[in-house]
Every structure is written in structure tokens, then in C-alpha cells.
């Protein structure tokens, strides 16, 4: 395992060095660039981003290097053999080409002790996800660079600099689900005038990709108020809409009008236990009640904190995603009667989401039979 | 042989009447003892430390108990550790307590420990008050283990907590809420205080089997992650149990076992 990677990253270094001292602009791309950046370490070849005009000098300086080109039929890149290691030279990766603003994104890092330009982490996801398809789309492979990097990376950018690619947006997808990557704000659920977009306007422009700095469009025009939009939605779940809504109804929460902001609804029953702490606990609960007009995640955040502090579920383990008005509570409880408690405190909070209840119970406390027994050293 | 049982978070609340004494019931012959790693309650409210304190009742084996966070949601920590002790439990919060098995002596320290992080991305004591009172109280209560691990005059330590003592047992948590999990100076204690094994509970996504820098090994106790009523563990070293079952049952067989090897 160590012997190949490190023949690799000899050649990665003498091409680097080589590029370096012929001015040409260059980044390291591909699966080592996700090395440099926290991935796990390939094992098979070494790319490097070069502008197609830059190629042919490339090769040259490398080939005075000692290094062995070849010329393959593709026409994106062309390869060059440092003896035995394969190193790329791709001026137009999936289908773009590499341009001056694309490696002056890059950043200068120090990759096995030698600085160069490593690309951009959100050019490296773009392309990386735009080279998804229907025969490579090992989403094994993906997940562990995304958490690699994730925090280096502009999603949302990602996100509009691959929507056309079905494969892209299920990766983004998954990623998403596994709360790697934050949920996107150019969805249909972006409300007008919060568009990300905006933020991002300069560096679309400056890499001239083509897409518009306006691309997640607002989805309702200013004036329809957006209270409008979740009624909508609500009446969709009483129609039966929600996704997997089971045999429950008392749990899925289609009220079609919406509570006024910040005012909660009715008292919160008490739990029946009647002691003065619980009770309290309660009415400080009803108050913290969420503004139901907020922003999704942050509305999920609240009813995160809301299940732990209120007195009659105080879980706090459950994992609360609201997407599209819906709330979607999943994780385990003890008992049945707390399953149903999620429920109601997340109706009174919220009220005008439906509910989706994926709480299940952790099964009795009871003795169940003879355990495996580990023998401890 | 030292047989420990062991679950945490078993959240007890007042409708779970009736849900844990079959599990002490069935570990009668299995255990020499059962440790409690926190979270007995779900709420911190006396009653529900009865119905915890009338489901450990009737225990043929020692129960030896940590309280968790759930179990200081209602401020009355003090009154559930009178009731459950009253049951016959020992409630352990930076001492220790020890136990006769077959002539080895078997002690346990405990504490509920605290939150702040793992080495390298931990809390520090700087800043706003609160934070540093935060930060603070997940270091006293690590040495408040130290000292327990410490004092205790035995032949086997087990060091019992609520929050976990290394990262390996939250695998399966979010990584963003680790410093909220557990904190690197209870594993500090755990290995200067010479523990042969660590129990937490606490993260019920996590995962059970870790073990600390001093190698020491950490199991994650809690219902969810174990699947099961409670966790078995054996630690090897002889006792004068294992001595007499040994007479009663292998004898014979050792009878076997030596003839044909004779020359």
C-alpha cells in the first residue's frame, strides 16, 4: 500500500517542480487534490489542470524533464509517463475548459512538502460530480471526499454548476440527507429575497460558466404571500401527499391556515403528571413555541431543542429536518406514549407543518434471552 | 472470572413500571454485579427514580450506579440518589465502592463526568464566564474520577461514567456534537487512575467498543447501542467461584486430558 502511492507523489512533485520553473500555470487536480485537501490517497495516476494552450510547452519542459509523452486518442487531455506513473495533463475536463481564472482560483498548499497550486475545492467538486454517469456513479466513492472537504467547499455554487446532471444531484442529495453538507437555498423552498445567488453573482461572472447569477429563480412572485404557498402544501399532505404517511392520521398535522407568527397555540396539556416542575417545564415550553415563518432549518433546529427541553418527550437524540414545510422527525424512544408526545409538541409548535413521525421505539427494557458475553483482555 | 453487567440510559419514566426487574431477574447466575451508567430516568423527577428504585428492589447482585444528565434535568439529583440508595443501589458521583467476588476484590469509581470535547477540538477554559465554568466542571469531575480510580483498594478498577471518555463509542454520532459527548479528560483518568475498563452511556447513536490512549478498553453502554436489556462482560482473573466450579466440573475431564499425554 505504500509503495505505489509514493512512486505516485515522486512524479506528482518532479511535474510540479518542472511547471513551476517553466511559469506555466497549472493546479493539481483529480484524486490527489482531494488528497491535498484531506481525502484519502489514490493509487492510481497524478492529473494536473493546464490551459490547452499550455500543453504543448508542458510537455516539452517535461519531456527535456526526462518524462515520456504519449498521445492518446482523447482529445481533453494528454498523458505523459514519469517511468512507470502515469501523470495527466487535462486542459478540458467534462467538457469545460480549463481556464486562467479556474487555476488563479487554485490554492498555493504544501502537498508532500512541496508548494503548488491546488485546484479550487468547489471546481474540483463540479467537475468531479459532472463526471458522474450511468456507469460510474459509486456513490462509495464520492461520500468519503465530500466529508474530506466539505467544509472547503461552496455548495451551493455546486449546486447550480451541476443541476443539469441527475447523477450530481442525487450524490448532493445523499449528502445532504446525511446533514455532510447544508440543504440548498436555491430550492423551491427559498422564499423571495433570499437568494444565494446574489452572494455568488461576482465569481459566476468572473468564471463565465454560463450560468446566470439568477438561476434559482424566486418561485412565487413578490407579493404572494408566502403563508399561501404552505397552505398549499398542507392541503397536498391532507390529500394524502406526504411521502410513507402511514395509518396515523391523528400525527400527520394538515391544519390548511397558519397560526400568526410567534403566537403560540393553546396551553400545552400537561403531561397528567400534575407535579409543579413538570407543569412549568410545560408552559415554558408552549412560550419557547417557534415561529412557524422562519426559515427551514433553523425552524428544524428549534423543534431539535424543543423535543429535548420539552417535559414530556426531553429526548435528545431525535433528529428533526423540515424541507418544503414538512416536518420529518426520525431517531427512538422508549415507549409509545413518548412516539405520540413528539407528535403533539412539534403540532403545537409548529402548527400548519405536517408531521411526519419516523420515531420508533427502542423496545422494552426487558431481559431478552441469553446475551453474547465479551471477555474483556 | 469477573462477570459485569452492564446498560445505561434505560430512561425510566413513570409508565415503565414493570419493564426492568425481568432483566435483574434474568442475570441471577450471569453477573456478579450490575453497573448503571447513567440516564435512569427520563426527566430527573423523584417519582420516576421510584419506579427505578422498585425495579432494583428485589436484586440478588450489587447494582452500582452513575446518574446522567436526564437525571439533573429536575434539579433534584440529590433526592433520586437518596431514593435509589435507599433501594439498595450505590449511586456513585466522584467516589468508589467495592465488591468481594470470589476473593478478588472488584472496584468500581464513578462519576457522571461532563461534556467539552476530545483532544484537539475540546473547550477551553477562556473566555465568557460560562464557558469557563463549562469547561471547568468537565475537568473537575475527571479528577474528581482520578481521585475515586485512586482510592480504591482492589485487585480490578472499572472506571463508570454517564459522558464518554474517548471519541471511538460516538462513531455513529454526529461529529459536530462531540464536545456535548464526552470529554478526553475522563480517558486522562481513566488511564492514570489505572482503570482495566471504562463504561459510559450517554450517545445512544454511538458505538460500543473503543478503548483510550493508555489502551484501556471503553464500552458504550447505552440500551440503544448495545440492542439488548444489558451488556456482558467478563474479566479474566480467577476467583475462588471459578475455583470450586472448576473442582465440580473439570476434574474429570482433566483426568482425560492428562493420561494420554504421559509418556
Sequence with gaps: ?377 | MIRIAAVGDIHLGTDSAGTFAPVLRDLVGRADVLLLAGDLTQHGRPEEAEVVAAEIARAEIPVVAVLGNHDYHGDAEEEITAILTAAGATVLEGAGTVHDIGGVRLGVAGVKGFGGGFAGASGSDFGEPLMKAFVRHARDVANNLLFALEELDCDIRVALTHYAPVPDTLIGERAEIYPFLGSYHLAEAVDAGGAELALHGHAHAGSERGSTAGGVPVRNVARPVIGKACALYEIGVRTAIDAERAEVRTSPHSADLVTPVTP
Excluded at chain 1, 515520456?68 to 502515469?86: A, C, H, M, Q
Design chain 1, 1 to 377: 500500500m505504500e509503495d505505489a502511492p509514493r512512486g505516485l507523489r515522486e512524479s506528482l512533485k518532479r511535474v510540479a517542480v518542472t511547471l513551476k520553473e517553466a511559469d506555466i500555470p497549472f493546479a493539481l487536480g483529480g484524486s490527489y487534490a482531494c488528497w491535498a485537501r484531506g481525502g484519502p490517497e489514490p493509487v492510481h495516476d497524478v492529473d494536473f489542470m493546464l490551459r490547452e494552450e499550455d500543453v504543448a510547452r508542458a510537455v516539452s519542459v517535461l519531456a527535456a524533464a526526462g518524462l515520456r509523452s504519449v498521445d492518446p486518442p482523447e482529445d481533453w487531455l494528454t498523458k505523459v509517463f514519469d517511468g512507470e506513473v502515469l501523470v495527466d495533463l487535462i486542459h478540458h475536463p467534462v467538457g469545460r475548459a480549463v481556464t486562467g481564472e479556474m487555476l488563479e482560483r487554485s490554492s498555493e498548499m504544501s502537498v508532500d512538502s512541496v508548494r503548488m497550486p491546488v485546484l479550487d475545492a468547489t471546481d474540483w467538486f463540479e467537475m468531479t460530480l459532472l463526471a458522474l454517469e450511468e456507469r460510474y456513479c459509486d456513490l462509495a466513492r464520492v461520500l468519503p471526499m465530500i466529508r474530506a472537504m466539505r467544509e472547503q467547499v461552496d455548495w451551493d455554487q455546486v449546486r447550480r454548476a451541476t443541476a443539469a446532471s441527475p447523477f450530481a444531484e442525487a450524490a448532493l442529495l445523499v449528502a445532504t440527507r446525511l446533514s455532510l453538507i447544508p440543504p440548498g437555498d436555491g430550492l423551491a423552498s427559498t422564499p423571495p429575497g433570499r437568494n444565494g445567488a446574489n452572494r455568488k453573482a461576482g465569481r459566476i461572472a468572473a468564471t463565465g460558466t454560463g450560468v446566470s447569477p439568477h438561476s434559482p429563480a424566486p418561485t412565487s412572485p413578490p407579493g404572494t404571500a408566502e403563508p399561501a404557498i404552505v397552505a398549499g402544501r398542507a392541503d397536498t399532505a391532507a390529500d394524502g401527499g406526504v411521502p410513507g404517511a402511514d395509518s396515523r392520521p391523528e400525527e400527520r398535522v394538515a391544519t390548511a391556515g397558519r397560526s400568526v407568527a410567534g403566537q403560540p397555540s393553546a396551553g400545552a396539556p400537561g403531561s397528567g403528571s400534575g407535579s409543579a416542575g413538570s407543569g412549568a417545564g410545560a408552559s415554558q415550553a408552549a412560550r419557547r413555541a417557534v415561529d412557524p415563518a422562519e426559515a427551514d432549518e433553523y425552524l428544524a433546529g428549534d423543534l431539535h431543542e424543543l423535543l429535548a427541553e420539552d417535559p414530556r418527550v426531553a429526548e435528545l437524540g431525535l433528529e428533526v429536518a423540515v424541507r418544503e414545510g414538512y416536518v420529518l422527525v426520525e431517531g427512538e424512544v422508549a415507549t409509545d406514549a413518548r412516539r405520540r408526545a413528539v407528535a403533539q409538541v412539534i403540532a403545537e409548535a409548529a402548527p400548519g407543518h405536517p408531521v411526519r413521525n419516523d420515531v420508533t421505539i427502542t423496545g422494552r427494557t426487558t431481559a431478552d434471552g441469553p446475551a453474547n458475553v465479551e471477555t474483556i483482555q
